[in-house]
């Protein structure tokens, strides 16, 4: 069955603790993206990465940290510095394009809140 | 820089009638729009891209360059079309990669 799967699903933490957000991939993707839902905000991108160790900050960098080691893992981390990190998670992948968008493939998302 | 606004966040309408979710972009070069959906407790998935030309699911878009608009539309909404509709905008020619800005996102409730 092929896709994206994001892990945990739900996840609580303490102020001050970092997290770190799981996206998995066996779509044989090369690019991958991590955005953040908020009701009435729409999706912002936080980091995306077009190739195995590469990566680039998107709108909303602040706070957050990837790694791009293996082709099929997009880890996220939130840290202890992002001011309001409670919110949805979504992770999706897409294939690797130089002229413009491709469809991108999404993740069933990881809802984090900072207790 | 690039901008996708969606004006109505909530958006209802009874079954049978047309429905046109909004969506205005601000971009300087050849922009590519799309429409992505989620239904209740499913995954956002694409719905259509403007290039494809498609009606999916009886929805139409056709983008408007003049008025940099790109609205949604079907002429006889269905109960199951209740979801959360997001446009997206991705600039033609990018190096930096396919990143996609997406609208704040319409909510369509379908009545009965």
């Known amino acids: 069955d092929g896709g994206i799967t994001q892990s945990p699903k739900y996840l609580f933490r303490k102020e001050g603790q970092n997290v770190t957000l799981s996206c998995e991939q066996n779509?044989?993707?090369?690019?991958m993206y991590w955005y953040r839902q908020d009701p009435g905000q729409g999706l912002r991108l936080i980091y995306y990465?077009?190739?195995?160790?590469?990566?680039q900050k998107g709108d909303i960098a602040e706070g957050y940290s990837v790694s791009r080691e293996k082709k099929e893992s997009f880890p996220l981390t939130v840290t202890s510095a992002q001011k309001n990190p409670t919110a949805f998670y979504l992770c999706?992948?897409?294939?690797?394009?130089?002229?413009?968008?491709?469809?991108?493939?999404f993740g069933a998302g990881s809802r984090l809140t900072v207790l | 820089a690039q901008r996708v606004t969606q004006p109505e966040k909530l958006l209802s309408v009874f079954k049978g009638a047309p429905v046109e979710l909004k969506c205005n972009y601000s971009?300087?070069?050849?922009?590519?729009l799309f429409w992505y959906v989620q239904y209740s407790r499913q995954r956002l998935q694409l719905l259509l891209r403007?290039?494809s030309r498609e009606s999916i699911k009886g929805f139409t878009a056709d983008l408007n360059k003049g008025e940099t608009s790109f609205h949604l539309k079907k002429p006889f909404a269905q109960e199951e079309d209740s979801a959360m509709y997001y446009c997206?905008?991705?600039?033609?020619?990018?190096?930096?990669?396919?990143?996609?800005?997406f609208g704040e996102g319409t909510q369509l409730t379908v009545n009965p």
């Open positions: 999706a992948s897409s294939t690797r394009s130089f002229s413009g968008a491709n469809v991108l493939t």
């Open positions: 403007h290039i």
């Open positions: 990465s077009q190739i195995v160790n590469d990566f």
């Open positions: 779509l044989n993707h090369d690019a």
């Open positions: 971009y300087s070069g050849s922009p590519e």
């Open positions: 997206a905008l991705s600039g033609v020619g990018e190096t930096s990669g396919s990143r996609l800005t």
